[in-house]
Nanobody, 124 residues
Framework: QVQLVESGGGLVQAGDSLRVSCAGS????????MGWFRQAPGKEREFVAG????????GYANSVKGRFTISRDNAKNTVYLEMNSLKPEDTAVYYC?????????????????WGQGTQVTVSS
């Protein structure tokens, strides 16, 4: 069983940067593809970014491509989402997720484990 805890959210202004973290426990996250999702009030949860288990393949939603970067530090059992040039429409609860896999793909769906989320609010 994997436990995921997000941290680093907060209130920032448009154009600012913020890094959110996802710390894993119970299992080593290097055996999992990892993803970040977000859910804004009144909207469905959406995929933001994913990183593969093995070779570091990454993928991003079009809305964040070029502004957000997902990375992982296996030594710290932690995954990060670096967010730059933040916009008010980035305001949401951000969740990290883990998917056990043997391959080198990143995923946009079918994650097995989820964190509790961290709030990111971007003011205009």
């Amino acid at each position: 069983q994997v436990q995921l805890v997000e941290s680093g959210g907060g209130l920032v202004q448009a154009g600012d940067s913020l890094r959110v973290s996802c710390a894993g426990s119970g299992r080593t996250l290097s055996n999992y593809a990892m993803g970040w999702f977000r859910q804004a009030p009144g909207k469905e949860r959406e995929f933001v970014a994913g990183i593969s288990r093995t070779n570091g393949n990454t993928g991003y939603a079009n809305s964040v491509k070029g502004r957000f970067t997902i990375s992982r530090d296996n030594a710290k059992n932690t995954v990060y989402l670096e967010m730059n040039s933040l916009k008010p429409e980035d305001t949401a609860v951000y969740y990290c997720a883990a998917k056990f896999t043997y391959d080198s793909r990143y995923y946009t769906v079918d994650y097995n484990y989820w964190g509790q989320g961290t709030q990111v609010t971007v003011s205009s």
